[in-house]
């Protein structure tokens, strides 16, 4: 009976089915850890494969040992069913930018934010539905988070969704 809390872990990212030529095995393992209080939380990745495939610098050095710091706050407005959503993240990608590089490849890192709101249905035949809104965005290099059809990842964008967990 605490308003403390943690969680430890790890997730794999699996993406099946054969690759293109050029692309590489994006298949990511990491170990996390979190510790929060009430409605704030801090949470660790850790990555123990390159990350996501990447290796971003001349030299090719594996980018095992990524980083990623999540700082999330979801604050319930009393029992009004409304919360607000906060978060924080940085991305510290391993071995990314070695000085000799930086005005090549530069920092593939980044800081990304979102601001948001959600309210949960309390009763009825539609109970526990989720409808939310919010807004996100990084200051992540475009260079590096553009598909290979092109398509700019790196935008800012507006989220508006419907969510149910059963």
Same mark, same amino acid.
Do not use: C, Q
């Given at each position: $009976?605490?308003?403390?809390?943690?969680?430890?872990?790890? !997730?794999?990212?699996?993406?099946? @089915?054969?690759? =293109?030529?050029?692309?590489?095995?994006?298949?990511?393992?990491?170990? /996390?850890?979190? !510790? %929060?209080?009430?409605?704030?939380?801090?949470?660790?990745?850790?990555?123990?494969?390159?990350?996501?495939?990447?290796?971003?610098?001349?030299? @090719?050095?594996?980018?095992?040992?990524? !980083?990623?710091?999540?700082?999330?706050?979801?604050?319930? !407005?009393?029992?009004?069913?409304?919360?607000?959503?906060?978060?924080? %993240? *940085?991305?510290?990608?391993? =071995?990314?930018? *070695?000085?000799?590089?930086? +005005?090549?490849?530069? #920092?593939? @890192?980044?800081? $990304?934010?979102?601001?948001?709101?959600? /309210?949960?249905?309390?009763? %009825?035949?539609? #109970?526990?539905?989720?409808?939310? +809104?919010?807004?996100?965005?990084?200051?992540?290099?475009?260079?590096?988070?553009?598909?290979?059809? %092109? /398509?700019?990842?790196? #935008? +800012?964008?507006?989220?508006?969704?419907?969510?149910?967990?059963?």
């Amino acid at each position: $009976d605490t308003d403390f809390f943690f969680d430890v872990g790890g !997730i794999y990212y699996y993406y099946p @089915g054969k690759r =293109n030529p050029g692309v590489v095995n994006a298949d990511t393992f990491e170990l /996390y850890g979190a !510790i %929060g209080w009430k409605w704030v939380s801090l949470k660790m990745s850790y990555s123990l494969d390159d990350y996501f495939g990447a290796r971003p610098n001349a030299n @090719g050095d594996k980018t095992d040992g990524t !980083i990623y710091w999540d700082l999330t706050a979801n604050y319930p !407005i009393g029992d009004s069913g409304f919360t607000l959503t906060g978060h924080v %993240g *940085h991305l510290d990608v391993d =071995n990314d930018g *070695h000085d000799a590089d930086l +005005a090549t490849f530069g #920092k593939v @890192g980044y800081t $990304d934010w979102k601001v948001g709101v959600s /309210y949960v249905v309390p009763d %009825g035949w539609v #109970k526990g539905l989720e409808l939310g +809104a919010y807004y996100t965005d990084n200051d992540a290099k475009k260079r590096f988070y553009t598909d290979l059809t %092109g /398509y700019d990842t790196t #935008k +800012a964008r507006g989220v508006v969704y419907v969510k149910k967990t059963f």
